[in-house]
Nanobody, 126 residues
Framework: QVHLMESGGGSVEAGESLRLSCTVS????????IGWFRQAPGKEREGVAA???????FVVASVKGRFSVSRDNAKNTVYLEMNNLNPEDTAMYFC????????????????????WGTGTQVTVSS
């Protein structure tokens, strides 16, 4: 069974940076897709970025230029680098796993992912 563990969240001031980590365990293959999603209080969950099984990446327009996604296969970890944070980025951030998505052309919907982490909170103050 695939298990995901997010880490790296915290409270920062506007303009600062955070790097979130998603560590994957329980999957024997290296080719898998990780999506990053976030949900703010009272708002719907939204996709932020994803990295495909072939290491293709997609970042949604609203955070493009500030957020990036990458992978370290040796550590079974996917990262979400978030720069120049602003209060609108405040949310619970989740990573999600799919063993079926190879190439990323756009942000996959949440229902394409089979396993989810429990989330890490990011709070940005002005």
């Amino acid at each position: 069974q695939v298990h995901l563990m997010e880490s790296g969240g915290g409270s920062v001031e506007a303009g600062e940076s955070l790097r979130l980590s998603c560590t994957v365990s329980g999957y024997r293959y290296r080719s898998y897709c990780i999506g990053w999603f976030r949900q703010a209080p009272g708002k719907e969950r939204e996709g932020v970025a994803a990295i495909g099984g072939d290491d293709s990446t997609f970042v949604v327009a609203s955070v493009k230029g500030r957020f990036s996604v990458s992978r370290d296969n040796a550590k079974n970890t996917v990262y979400l680098e978030m720069n120049n944070l602003n209060p609108e980025d405040t949310a619970m951030y989740f990573c999600a796993f799919s063993g079926d998505i190879l190439n990323i052309l756009n942000m996959p919907r949440g229902d394409f992912f089979a396993s989810w982490g429990t989330g890490t909170q990011v709070t940005v103050s002005s």
